[in-house]
């Protein structure tokens, strides 16, 4: 009983056909023949599908990343990786692995920038230096450094496909596919040169592979192994994860033995501890390789203060079988986690964190549909009993990694949990599967709702939320950062005060790593004159605004708003 539940999980044949024999032909109903035709035509109308919906995606990210300006993480990523190709230095940007830099590297030589090795400066003031002031392109650059993430981000859209087509069959799993290459969060943080759509992919690439090693251990643990050491090597965040996907390599083995008696247990829990430790061992020689490729004789000094840590923490770090320039970056890291950040939610600014914050972001910036979607996958994974052993893939990494990124202390947005809209969009491909009979047409209507509430805030990604907390142009009323300002908009803002106010005084307070100058924005900051100095075009990030107090929050509610750049910009007239 147990292998035909197990085959029926495995063998997408079984879920979406059946076994019954075929009717004669002149017995088959009408559906039937509609359903016969599908299978004839399934060959290459499933690829075409899948190849629509990346195509889409990948045009839409494409677009984003030609319009946007830098974010205010990227041009250290940038600067970083070109250190990496001409200088062979780990000593830029050590709080993050070199991994996922190393991806961003691959554009970055195909633009082949002008690099002034002699400028010494942090790395925020390198990442301006390299794009503003050494006679780059900035628009150039950024896309060449952006193109590889996008076009990681589509082949982990292959994997979202794959992985669900092994649970629930092709059919549905283009649903799966549908939800991710739909996503807000996954298209806004994909088309950036930024880590956190990189580690969470190879996060996900290591479960599905773990989940195919319960049919074949001994070529996809190792496999596994790498997945996992790709994601600890482009963020540290990734760690977390390392000791359930270690529980599901040997969950794995002992599904694929199948143990009948005491000795047969015997054996399979040994074989899955032999496998658990070469996962283990694969991930860390994966996290040493991305260093040695950068300098292989792992030369460090850094250019940030390196704080020292105490208690468990230290001394976890200091276990850890990592190289030196690793290891500093866990205690940079750490460092950053005690400062007190400043968070906003619903109107309501503090300091510190809230637990409950990635939950509240993701209600607000997750499409209506997917959300209901997600809460039914889960569900269904959990009752319906030929997914079952999907389960603990699915669900416990990311319960697990959720648990890690609500403890971290920087409220700042939902892309410290992207991982959530892709492994979530695999469990939603399972909810057709349960025995009700509209829910593969719920399904399909909630996929299109999703589908349509993406569309409509093309391009502007970043700043999106749904339809129940108002659209994107609502989103800085309820939170801030990279969920909504994170500096993209500046070019946009030039185009829109050279169209619109030729001639007027301009006066910018801008959260970004943008040069203003640089696109033509000449402007003074209010900040530094008196309040009744201030007249013409006041224009603030709307992260700015959220945060505003003194002076600046006396400018803002003495001026009346009469324009919004990128739903992250706004324009007062004063």
């Given amino acids: 009983m147990m292998a035909r539940e197990q085959h029926s999980v495995l063998d997408p044949g079984t879920l979406d056909d059946g076994g019954a024999p075929p009717l004669p032909r002149a017995a088959e109903s009408r559906p039937a023949r509609l359903r016969a035709g599908l299978r004839r ?7 075409l599908l899948v190849a629509l919906l990346l195509a889409q995606m990948a045009a839409v990210m494409v677009t984003t990343a030609v319009q946007q300006t830098p974010t205010i993480d990227e041009p250290v990523y940038v600067a970083t990786a070109t250190v990496y190709l001409r200088e062979h230095s780990l000593d830029y940007n050590p709080e993050h692995p070199p991994l996922g830099k190393l991806v961003i590297a691959a554009g970055i030589a195909l633009a082949d920038p002008h690099f002034d090795a002699s400028y010494k400066g942090d790395q925020g003031e390198l990442g301006r230096h390299l794009l503003y002031e050494s006679g780059n392109d900035p628009w150039r650059l950024m896309f060449w450094a952006r193109l590889p993430v996008i076009v990681l981000t589509l082949l982990f859209g292959l994997v979202v496909f794959a992985f669900a087509r092994e649970l629930v069959g092709a059919v549905r799993g283009l649903a799966a596919l549908a939800l991710y290459a739909f996503s807000p969060d996954v298209i806004a943080h994909g088309s ?14 290591s479960v599905w592979l773990l989940w195919r090693a319960r049919r074949r251990p001994r070529l996809y643990v190792p496999l596994a192994g790498a997945a996992l050491g790709a994601a600890v090597a482009t963020k540290m965040s990734a760690l977390p994860a390392v000791p359930v996907l270690v529980l599901l390599a040997v969950a794995s083995v002992w599904s694929a033995r199948r143990p009948a008696d005491r000795d047969a247990r015997r054996r399979a829990l040994l074989l899955g501890a032999a496998s658990a430790v070469v996962v283990a061992l694969v991930a860390v020689a994966v996290v040493w390789a991305s260093y040695l490729v950068v300098d292989p004789h792992l030369r460090f000094a850094s250019t940030e203060p390196v704080p020292a840590v105490h208690g468990l923490r230290g001394r976890v770090v200091e276990l850890l079988p990592f190289p030196r320039a690793f290891l500093d970056g866990m205690r940079i890291q750490f460092g950053l986690e005690d400062y007190p950040w400043q968070g906003f939610l619903f109107g309501h600014l503090y300091t510190g964190s809230h637990w409950y914050y990635l939950p509240a972001a993701f209600l607000v910036k997750t499409p209506l549909g997917m959300l209901a979607l ?8 959990v009752a319906v009993r030929r997914l079952r052993p999907a389960a603990p893939y699915l669900l416990v990494p990311t319960a ?4 890690a990124a609500m403890e971290g202390s ?28 509209w829910a593969p047409l719920s399904t399909g209507l909630l996929v299109g709702f999703v589908a349509v509430s993406s569309l409509r805030t093309f391009p502007y990604y970043l700043p999106y939320s749904n339809e129940a907390f108002g659209g994107p142009a609502k989103t800085y009323l309820r939170l801030h950062d ?11 803002l030039a185009d829109r005060l050279r169209e619109r106010y030729p001639g007027e005084r301009i006066w910018l307070v801008y959260k970004g790593s943008g040069v203003p100058s640089y696109y033509g924005i000449e402007s003074s900051d209010p900040r530094k004159v008196g309040v009744r100095e201030v007249h013409g075009l006041l224009v603030v990030s709307d992260t700015s605004i959220d945060k505003a107090q003194g002076k600046l929050a006396e400018l803002i509610d003495s001026s009346r708003p009469i324009d919004q750049v990128g739903h992250s910009i706004t324009i007062y007239r004063r």
Avoid: K
């Avoid at 950036?192 to 690439?205: M, N, Q, R, S, Y």
């Avoid at 410290?416 to 695999?426: N, S």
């Fill in 41 to 47: 035509h399934r060959r290459w109308l499933l690829p």
């Fill in 192 to 205: 950036l040169a930024t880590l956190d759509v990189p580690e969470a992919g190879f996060l996900l690439t």
């Fill in 374 to 381: 997600w809460a039914a996958g889960a569900v269904t994974v």
């Fill in 400 to 403: 697990v990694l959720l648990a």
């Fill in 410 to 437: 920087r409220d700042f947005g939902t892309r410290y949990a992207i991982f959530v809209p892709m492994f979530l969009a695999v469990a939603a491909a399972c909810v057709p599967v349960l025995r009700w009979r």
């Fill in 482 to 492: 990279s969920n909504v300002d994170w500096g993209q908009d500046l070019g946009r």
